[in-house]
Nanobody, 121 residues
């Protein structure tokens, strides 16, 4: 079982910055990867924002590449998402995610409770 707790959401004007944090009960070295997803108003889908592995391999959605940066602390238990040059279309509930795969091939996704990010003038 993996517990994830997000913090750091809020309201910001277009062009502004926010940093999201996620406290994990396990290290990123213990899972396949950790990442951030977001769910926009009216959507039933959570879209990938960014992921990171224990080897610091990162993956970003095209819409955030160059503006957002995902990172973990030295212990691998604090996950961050630095969001710069925010746009109104970045408005969403952001979820911290951890994925594990257990033998032989059972994949499990763990989620935090979500944190609201609103970008508006």
């Amino acid at each position: 079982q993996v517990q994830l707790v997000e913090s750091g959401g809020g309201s910001v004007q277009p062009g502004g910055s926010l940093r999201l944090s996620c406290s994990a009960s396990v290290s990123v070295a213990s899972v396949d990867y950790m990442g951030w997803y977001r769910q926009t108003p009216g959507s039933l889908r959570r879209d990938l924002v960014a992921t990171i592995t224990t080897g610091d391999s990162t993956n970003y959605a095209g819409s955030v590449k160059g503006r957002f940066t995902i990172s973990v602390d030295n212990d691998g238990k604090m996950l961050y998402l630095q969001m710069n040059a925010l746009l109104p279309e970045d408005t969403a509930v952001y979820y911290c995610n951890a994925r594990t795969t257990t033998w032989p091939d059972t994949t499990t996704d763990y989620w935090g409770q979500g944190t609201q990010v609103t970008v508006s003038s």
